[in-house]
């Protein structure tokens, strides 16, 4: 029987930085917090109950300030607040930005790697 198609050995979490992954299967991906906000995959995020998506857009407000010399100052710089287990198969996130609702499978880590060889691998797949 095979195993989990990706199962996580290590995980790394800083609450200021990230999320980093060491796969049973070699792979490593290092997610920075405004990638994983942005890639919430709860259901008021993706707008699974046929709302609108409430898709927030940490990656590009980051990218935005980086090019002034001040960070806008109304708004405190994202992080995590609690990270905790969900069985075996998933974390859940509290971010400072008071949303909690995702709950990050390690299927969807995987899916959201962005290391350059899944990003090739998953335009491949978007093109096709
Ligand atoms: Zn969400
Ligand atoms: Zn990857």
């Not at 070699?26 to 707008?47: K, M, N, V």
């Not at 405190?76 to 909690?100: C, F, N, Q, T």
Request: charge should be positive; charged fraction near 25%; aromatic fraction near 10%.
């Amino acid at each position: 029987m095979p195993a989990p198609a990706f199962e996580p050995e290590h995980i790394a979490i800083s609450k200021s930085k990230g999320i980093k992954i060491d796969w049973k299967d070699q792979h490593h991906s290092d997610y920075p917090l405004a990638y994983l906000r942005d890639e919430c995959p709860c259901a008021s995020c993706t707008g699974a109950h046929g709302t609108p998506p409430q898709k927030s857009n940490y990656s590009a407000e980051n990218r935005a300030a980086a090019g002034k010399e001040l960070f806008p100052m109304y708004k405190p710089s994202l992080r995590m607040l609690e990270v905790e287990a969900v069985g075996s198969y998933a974390i859940r996130i509290d971010w400072s930005d008071g949303h909690k609702t995702g709950i990050y499978s390690f299927d969807h880590f995987r899916k959201i790697c962005p290391c350059a060889e899944c990003k090739t691998a998953r335009k491949a797949v978007a093109t096709r």
